[in-house]
Nanobody, 124 residues
Framework: QVQLVESGGGSVQAGGSLRLSCAAS?????????VGWFRQAPGKEREGVAS???????TVYADSVKGRFTIARDNKRTLYLQMNNLKPEDSAMYYC?????????????????WGKGTLVTISS
């Protein structure tokens, strides 16, 4: 059974930082796969934030977060999203997802499995 469980969301002021975590288990892909972070704000479409391919740790970021967010993983199938210099427009539900391969952009169409999300709220 595939599980992706996000944690680390919360409320911070603009300029602050948060680190999101995603614990993955049961993924059927061998040996490598793509993991990513996505977000959806109320009334807006879901957008890709960052992705990482486990074969070579290649990362892709949305332009809106480049230089502020960092995606990384450890060797225990936990995915992280370090978010610095947060802005009110970063407020959203953040989701972890996994799929067989990453694209040149962070796209949700390539993801097969999704977590339930963790809420991030940034106040000005």
């Amino acid at each position: 059974q595939v599980q992706l469980v996000e944690s680390g969301g919360g409320s911070v002021q603009a300029g602050g930082s948060l680190r999101l975590s995603c614990a993955a288990s049961g993924l059927p892909y061998l040996p490598y796969y793509c993991v990513g972070w996505f977000r959806q704000a109320p009334g807006k479409e879901r957008e890709g934030v960052a992705s990482l391919y486990t074969g070579d740790d290649r990362t892709v970021y949305a332009d809106s977060v480049k230089g502020r967010f960092t995606i990384a993983r450890d060797n225990k199938r936990t995915l992280y999203l370090q978010m610095n210099n947060l802005k009110p427009e970063d407020s959203a539900m953040y989701y972890c997802a996994a799929g067989p391969a990453c694209d040149q952009e962070v796209r949700d169409s390539g993801m097969d499995y999704w977590g339930k999300g963790t809420l991030v709220t940034i106040s000005s």
